[in-house]
């Protein structure tokens, strides 16, 4: 009976967030797929286009300042050489890879939620070196991985290339619901052929349905369910595995409220099955 309850309960969460392999493949694009929405591909290729000659630290319309941190020393060393914001911005919300410069321990830092009094923004062009060869470059657009990156071992040959969109792998695949394409309906993140990052559902309000993390093509960490008609207003919980490869973990609810925004369930209080 408790199986029961908890597969009933769970299952307007899998409805959402659930995969099916014959699910209208043509209607999904990748995340560089041209698109009516504006992603901001538009505006960069116009400004491109206006400026003929481009300014100095300016990159994709913002001002940046140059900063560089280096390790070590001789043959060892390691150089990074950067840009960054010279006026605070939001980064993406909807990314997960945030990088920045922390001014207090002095090195380039990756998290998901970023903190503008811990350091500031990288944008622009980025270049790492180790003795006198180019190890890893590319580009960044506020805080995100953007462009071609590319990385290199100490004798300079081809380790990895990738491609980026904003922050987002550009295998990535976005679903519409109309035929214009101007209504988000879902962000599937994928890198090297596997769900790789943050997931978005979206209502046709544009407010968010479904959202949480995959690694190595699993869910991962705490999924959020939320209710259509109140804003930002959360549903449901859902705790999944932390370990990617932790296949004998089962996943549960972890907390759960009405449509008033009132707490009616909590797992770490009540530890059982929501009646």
Do not use: C
Not at 19 to 29: C, L, R, S
Not at 170 to 188: A, G, N, Q, W
Not at 254 to 273: A, C, F, M, P
């Amino acid at each position: 009976m408790r199986k029961l309850l908890f597969l009933l309960l769970f299952f307007p969460f899998i409805s959402y967030a659930q995969d099916d392999p014959e699910k209208d493949k043509e209607e999904m694009f990748t995340i560089s797929t041209p698109i009516t929405i504006d992603l901001g591909e538009k505006e960069e290729e116009e400004h491109e286009r206006k400026e003929k000659k481009p300014k100095k630290n300016v990159y994709y319309g913002l001002k940046t300042k140059k900063g560089f941190t280096r390790k070590g020393a001789g043959s060892n060393s390691t150089l990074e050489l950067f840009n960054y914001l010279k006026t605070p911005v939001k980064p993406d919300p909807y990314v997960r890879d945030i990088y920045y410069y922390d001014f207090e321990r002095k090195q380039i830092r990756k998290t998901r939620d970023y903190d503008p009094q811990k350091g500031v923004l990288l944008h622009g062009p980025y270049s790492k070196k180790v003795g006198e060869v180019v190890v890893e470059e590319g580009i960044f657009y506020r805080g995100t991985k953007h462009g071609r990156w590319t990385r290199y071992d100490k004798n300079d040959i081809l380790l990895d290339k990738e491609k980026y969109y904003k922050g987002w792998p550009k295998e990535s695949l976005v679903s519409f619901y109309d035929p214009e394409r101007t209504k988000i309906k879902e962000i599937i993140p994928v890198e090297y052929g596997q769900k790789e990052g943050y997931y978005f559902y979206f209502f046709p309000n544009g407010s968010i349905a479904v959202s949480g993390e995959y690694e190595y093509d699993h869910k991962v960490g705490k999924w959020s369910l939320f209710y259509a008609n109140r804003r930002g207003r959360k549903q449901r919980e859902i705790q999944y595995r932390t370990d990617p490869f932790d296949d004998n973990f089962k996943p549960y609810i972890l907390r759960e409220w009405n449509s008033k925004g009132q707490q009616i369930y909590d797992y770490t209080k009540d530890k059982k099955i929501p009646q």
